[in-house]
Each structure stands twice: as C-alpha cells, then as structure tokens.
C-alpha cells in the first residue's frame, strides 16, 4: 500500500525559505518519478515539479523556476522540495505525488 507523508510546511515571511519532505513506503520509490503539486485556498491543484527515478532529471513549473529546488534520497525512500525567495502566491497545502496518489499535504503560508 503506497504511503507518502509530507511534513516541513509552516509560516514563512515573504522572500523566506522552507524545506519539505516526503516520506514514501510502500513501494520500489527508486524506480518512480515523483512530484511536487500544490493547491491554494479556493483554487485547484496545480503542477510544481517532477523529479525522474534516479534523480538526474528535473522538471519545474514557470511559477517556481529558479526558486524552488526537488531532489530525492532513494537510499532513504524520501522526496525534497527547498523553496526559496517564496512569495505570499505560493501559499498552498503541498502534496508528494507518486501517479495518481498523494499524501494528506503540509500547508505553507507565506505571510508578513
């Protein structure tokens, strides 16, 4: 049974930087891109990033390019994504996302 579970969400100033990670259990997680989605307050779920199974191939949204940084420690079973520069439109709840599943989410506000 797949199991991802997000933690390192929290309140951040605008231009603060966060870390989250992922948990994964229940599954080969070296041999499965993994990504990053997020969904703000009233909207719908929206693509951050994807990183390939063996971490050398990243992929991001035009909105977080150049701030926000996915990585992976298969060794671990667990997902990364460092944000940086964050800005108060990145508030979300953010979802590990391994094909059709996802965690239960950490939210990140980002608010002065």
């Known amino acids: 049974q797949v199991q991802l579970v997000e933690s390192g969400g929290g309140l951040v100033q605008p231009g603060g930087s966060l870390r989250l990670s992922c948990a994964a259990s229940?599954?080969?997680?070296?041999?499965?891109?993994m990504s990053w989605v997020r969904q703000a307050p009233g909207k719908g779920l929206e693509w951050v990033s994807t990183i390939n199974s063996g971490g050398t191939s990243t992929y991001y949204a035009d909105s977080v390019k150049g701030r926000f940084t996915i990585s992976r420690d298969n060794a671990k079973n667990m997902l990364f994504l460092q944000m940086n520069s964050l800005k108060p439109n990145d508030t979300a709840v953010y979802y590990c996302?391994?094909?059709?599943?996802r965690g239960k989410g950490t939210l990140v506000t980002v608010s002065s």
């Open positions: 996302k391994k094909d059709a599943v």
């Open positions: 229940g599954f080969r997680f070296r041999s499965y891109a």
